[in-house]
Antibody
């Protein structure tokens, strides 16, 4: 069964750093680009970042570019999101998501989602 | 960066049909057929229910249908059921360099 499990969410002071992880199982992880999507409490979905299947190409939303880094370890079927200089606006639930096919931009939709991990940036 | 515009809420009675709009620009919805819709029940993860404007993934009820006209995409739910009460989000590929993957603002569907 296809499965994504995020971890690493925490309550953290503004300005600090945090790394999220997403473990994948049930599919050939190395064949798919992967996305991070976040959702602030009571708010809508916000796309955060994408990484290509081989890890060489990455793209970020303006709101996180320069502060967040997406990466992956295909040998361990794990996706990461390194977050720096966290602010209250980064508070939310962070989901990793897999596109329906090997399309970098997820143009055909994201059909597998993890339950998410919660990040709270607060003093 | 701008999200696609959806009505905040739509409601309907059981058995009725409702339509949710999703308005963008010619650099996203108007320019491509890469429009998806997601259903999110409270406390749950989003579920892909429509891709490429009108395609339903396997297992998704045929009561859900999608369409597009110019810069506006639409999701229609026919034969409204209690379990359809959820938040719905559209998304689209965008050719703008700043935000290539954009979600809609979200619509709360209430079954009266």
């Amino acid at each position: 069964q296809v499965h994504l499990v995020e971890s690493g969410g925490h309550v953290i002071q503004p300005g600090r750093s945090l790394r999220l992880s997403c473990g994948a199982s049930g599919f050939t992880f190395s064949r798919f680009p992967m996305h991070w999507v976040r959702q602030a409490p009571g708010k809508g979905l916000e796309w955060v970042a994408v990484i290509s299947a081989d890890g060489k190409t990455k793209y970020y939303a303006d709101s996180v570019r320069g502060r967040f880094t997406i990466s992956r370890d295909n040998s361990n079927n794990t996706l990461y999101l390194q977050m720096q200089i966290l602010g209250p606006e980064d508070t939310g639930r962070y989901h990793c998501a897999r596109p329906t096919r090997n399309d970098f931009w997820g143009r055909y939709g994201l059909d597998v989602w993890g339950q998410g991990t919660t990040v709270t940036a607060s003093s | 960066q701008s999200a696609l515009t959806q009505p905040a809420s739509v409601s309907g009675s059981p058995g009725q049909s409702i339509t949710i709009s999703c308005t963008g620009t010619n650099t996203d919805i108007g320019g491509y057929h890469y429009i998806s819709w997601y259903q999110q029940h409270p406390g749950k993860v989003p579920k892909l229910i429509i891709s490429e404007v009108s395609d339903r993934p396997s297992g998704v009820s045929d009561r859900f249908s999608g369409s597009k006209s110019d810069n506006t995409a639409s999701l229609t739910i026919s034969g409204l059921q209690a379990d359809d009460e959820a938040d719905y989000y559209c998304s689209s590929y965008s050719s703008t360099s700043t935000l290539p993957f954009v979600f809609g603002t979200g619509t709360k569907v209430t079954v009266l």
